[in-house]
């Protein structure tokens, strides 16, 4: 669907760029990004350095960077273009989803988001530019950003050492950074999803990304206090993004 919206605002001299954070590198995401077959750039970020830089703590996030260099939007959840329609192959056609599986996508419909209202404020960028009521101003960008805790701080360092020894192929030695990690930034699905999207699972496949939790029979074995289906149940679906906020300050 970006791809589709990609090329439907390419003449109004706009470029979308995705950015896969994965630890394990280009393999983990050949097969999505040649499925796609996208005319955009589409990156690699094996250390989150993008999700560090920008803020990025959950998937999809977007920041909007005129032509200048300059972010005129922080950080914030990026739903795909409803208007745009693309053809999808159904990954759960020949699967009986497990139970687990089946609560995690009853879970997932509960999200909140307002993809056209997204829509329609990036098209209005794109039309009136540092004019557009959704562009900031560098004091807005900033003030919305906001600087990292001293908690954020380290448990950025942590995610860091544990991407360290994922990258050297010692992954026992990186479960106790990312624990600390959810630990000291409870708020980042992106530290959460990536340590737990390591762990094996009942599934194979693009189906297995879905999983991110204990397989059924070995929760004394799952290394991590949470998973994305008690987690999200804890706070509730409707408070897994933010509200997308029109208004500039």
Known sequence: MWQAFRE???????????????TTGAEACR???????????SLIDQYH?????????????????????????????????????ADRPNIFADL????????IMGEAVKIRSNPAAYEAALRDWFTN?????????????????????????????NFELAAH????????????????AHRLTP????????AWSLEPNELDGPVARFWQGPAVGAEDAWPYEGDWLSDVKA????????EFKAEQA
């Open 8 to 22: 439907d605002v390419a003449d109004q001299g706009v470029e979308i760029v995705t950015v896969a954070l994965e």
């Open 31 to 41: 097969q999505f990004i040649e499925a796609a077959n996208p005319a955009h750039p």
């Open 49 to 85: 350095k993008s999700a560090e830089l920008f803020g990025f703590v959950n998937i999809p996030n977007a920041v909007w960077i005129d032509e200048d260099g300059m972010i005129v939007r922080p950080s914030e959840p990026a739903p795909a273009p409803p208007s745009m329609k």
């Open 96 to 103: 009986v989803p497990p139970q687990r599986l089946l609560d």
């Open 129 to 157: 530019g540092s004019q557009s009521q959704f562009a900031m101003t560098p004091d807005e960008v900033v003030n919305r950003s906001q600087p990292r805790s001293a908690d954020e701080a380290r448990g950025q360092a």
């Open 165 to 180: 020894f994922e990258a050297n192929g010692d992954h026992d030695a990186a479960i106790p950074y990312y624990r600390e």
């Open 187 to 194: 708020e980042n699905f992106s530290y959460r999803r990536q």
């Open 235 to 242: 706070m509730g679906a409707e408070n897994y993004y933010p």
